[in-house]
């Protein structure tokens, strides 16, 4: 296996950086005049349109981990990882109908500034501080690790090397603000979808060939005949990956929390729409959600396909690491099988969902820390070109962190998509319940905020680390605990997050109903049924994602 570019491969790439670097630099450009306006740097407010929100949506969640992890995941456990990508389709169509209409109506530009709009300052700042180590320990550190060693593995070029260009890249698109990054990221998605779907193309062939067919449409169903077990969405509690994916709770457990909390209370996520009107917004999720039921194809069945080829004796030195197999050794394997100028595509592509990312978590984490920590804190009568300056110091501040801190915390040895589903998921559940019921249930006060979002926390190491003092054994007939590799029975993270969610719900409500003075809470939300009343063509999409997801799961059940 050649791990290096041909110059052809360097020629594409560097069209691809020419192409986004200059795009980038003429918008910020033609925006230049309002770049040192918080709400154009950090929302882009009223400028992007609806392809260009669900494109920044989709580059900004794709990268390294999704790329390189769900591939892996692809090879060791087959279709069923595509869970988290079908499941956020059908959740993002929550976070329109329900969601926006509320952050738009509020006129909310920030997660911390809805908290203490709903709830108190102490609150707002406890998340802030939170949300920052999270984005940067966690999300940053580890997209920018995974992505440095997935270039280095198809490049050749020194890991470190990779790591400090991603991070100049990211920068330079970063520090334009957001319009710059939304409507870049409309080239970093096509390049993404464009390379992505090149190696789909390739995997197929090459299973189609080594049974001596021709044609994609041929190997696909070899795929689906040589590996009838990587074909099932809904995993029984003998599987091995159950703890990944514990059965049913991908349709109607913890795996909701998940994605909720992670497209409708995530300032990464929703900091993209937040600047639009709600009709724009919503159309803008619609076109991420169509985009996100096609990322499997993308990233997952070419990870099955290297299963399938593995089987029949291919790479069997090359997906080895330390003597081990490595799953996620498939997805640069099928790289360094492309050809010249592809592989060049392919790179771009790998290149484009990293930056995009990097550059969106970027964004978000100098947005919290300008206007939710510096601006209320350290600075309160800092104008909006100072706070602007401090959000691009930050931008560069937090990169050269997460370098700093991506050899220390064992990303290689956890897995990176597991790394950042696990640790996210210690405050998933408390969050989201502050969030849920803080939308529709006025009575909610902050001291049930409070609690939610500490109780919480514990809650979820406790039952993370309950396996080590008590034999859970016997809920494993009801399907709440299973052996791992040692054979210790425990808690599926996905279910552990359900169980904590609707621990820290009955907890608020308990609390709430419990203070007299929220019979009238003045904090609580106006709602009305008006908001939530979606376009004809809103709905149309809405119900074809949603027929296509029945018509998916019911096939691959």
Known sequence: MEKSLHLFDYAVFLI?????????????????????????????EGSLTWWAIGASLIA?????????????????????????????????LVVAIFFLPIYLKNKIYTMPQFLEQRYNQTVSTIMAVFWLLLYVVVNLTSILYLGALAINTISGINFYVCMSLLALFAIFITLGGMKVIGYTDV?????????????????????AEHFGQTGVINGFKLMTEHSQDHFHMILKKDDPHYLDLPGLSILVGGMWIVNLNYWGCNQYITQRALGADLKTARNGLLFAGFLKMLMPLIVVLPGIAAFVLHQQGMFQTEMVKGGELNPDNAYPVLLNLLPVGLKGLAFAALTAAVVASLAGKANSIATIFSLDVYKKIFNKDADEKQVVKMGRTVVIVSLLIAIALSNFLGIDKKGGFQFIQEYTGFVSPGVFAMFILGFFWKRTNSSAALFSMIVGFVLSILLKFIPMWVDLSGLYSIGF???????????????????????????????????PNSKNNPKGLEIDASMFKTSTPFTIGALIICGLLAALYTVFW
């Open 60 to 92: 900004s969640n794709i990268s390294a981990e999704q790329f390189i992890g769900m591939s892996g995941s692809g090879f060791a456990m087959g279709l069923a990882i595509s869970t988290y990508e079908w499941m956020a389709a059908a959740t993002l």
């Open 481 to 515: 605990a299973v052996p791992n590799a040692a054979g210790v029975y425990e808690i599926p993270f996905i279910d552990r997050m359900g169980i904590v969610f609707v621990i820290c719900v009955v907890g608020m409500v308990i609390i709430s109903l419990a203070d």
């Open 16 to 44: 691809y950086f020419f192409i986004v670097a200059g795009y980038g630099y003429y918008i910020y450009q033609k925006k230049k005049k309002s770049s040192t306006d918080t709400k154009d740097f950090f929302l882009a």
């Open 187 to 207: 080239i970093q998605v096509f390049f993404l979808i464009l390379g992505g779907l090149a190696t789909t193309y390739l995997a197929l062939t090459l299973v």
